[in-house]
């Protein structure tokens, strides 16, 4: 069973506040992925990564940066939070065959 | 601009009916079609998948029937039970990277 963990499981900051948050995936998959969910919204991409150092952007990248600094760890970096940032984000990772995208518990922030 | 469109938005059937999701698609690019599940405070979880060279793949209770023409795809749930109740996301497969659809909540009544 693939592993992909997140910390903080929950996080509350102010507006205008610096928030990281981070996902380990132990399983050597390529790929790794933020999303966030929000209710009538399903899931949307943030952004995602095919290896250490590489960032590809997503459907909904505006106010957020991300990192890969190695096979393992993906960051996902609010520099600014806003309200409209408060979401649950899942993390997410796969391997080349993209066959199943393996989820981690998900991280609910709130921004207030 | 949502690529992967999803109806009804939440559907509710009694148990031993059968539960109907339908999705639709833009991009003839997608290749790879799962269905994901979500149960509340969970994560979610692929249920069944297919792939354009098919018309249909079943699992069990879960079916998909896909429509290459229409950009069309539908999830059937037959004999639908309480423990179904859940999220269903349609997702699709594009350059490595997947697409959601904004989900459809089924409640499934005893």
């Known amino acids: 069973e693939a592993a992909v963990t997140q910390s903080p499981r929950n996080k509350v900051t102010v507006t205008g506040g610096n928030v990281t948050l981070s996902c380990r995936q132990t399983?050597?998959?390529?790929?790794m992925y933020w999303y966030r969910q929000d209710t009538g919204h399903g899931l949307r991409l943030i952004h995602y990564s095919y290896g250490a150092g590489n960032l590809q952007i997503g459907d909904v990248p505006d106010g957020y940066k991300a990192t890969r600094t190695t096979q393992e760890d993906f960051f996902l970096l609010l520099e600014l939070a806003s309200p409209s940032q408060t979401s649950l984000y899942f993390c997410?990772?796969?391997?080349?065959?993209?066959?199943?995208?393996?989820f981690g518990k998900g991280t609910r922030l709130t921004v207030v | 601009q949502q690529q992967v469109r999803q109806s009804p938005q939440s559907l509710t059937v009694w148990e031993g009916e059968t539960a109907i999701l339908n999705c639709s698609y833009e991009?003839?690019?997608?290749?790879?079609f799962p269905w994901y599940w979500q149960f509340p405070r969970e994560s979610p979880a692929l249920l069944i998948a297919?792939?354009?060279?098919?018309n249909k793949k079943e699992d069990g209770r879960f079916t998909i029937f896909f429509n290459k023409r229409e950009k069309k795809l539908s999830l059937h749930i037959t004999d639908s039970q309480p423990g179904d109740s859940a999220t269903y996301f349609c997702?699709?497969?594009?350059?490595?990277?997947?697409?959601f659809g904004s989900g459809t909540k089924l409640t499934v009544e005893p």
């Open positions: 991009d003839s690019t997608f290749d790879y």
């Open positions: 997410a990772s796969s391997d080349a065959t993209n066959t199943e995208v393996f």
């Open positions: 399983n050597s998959h390529n790929y």
């Open positions: 997702a699709a497969f594009n350059y490595n990277v997947l697409y």
């Open positions: 297919i792939r354009p060279v098919s």
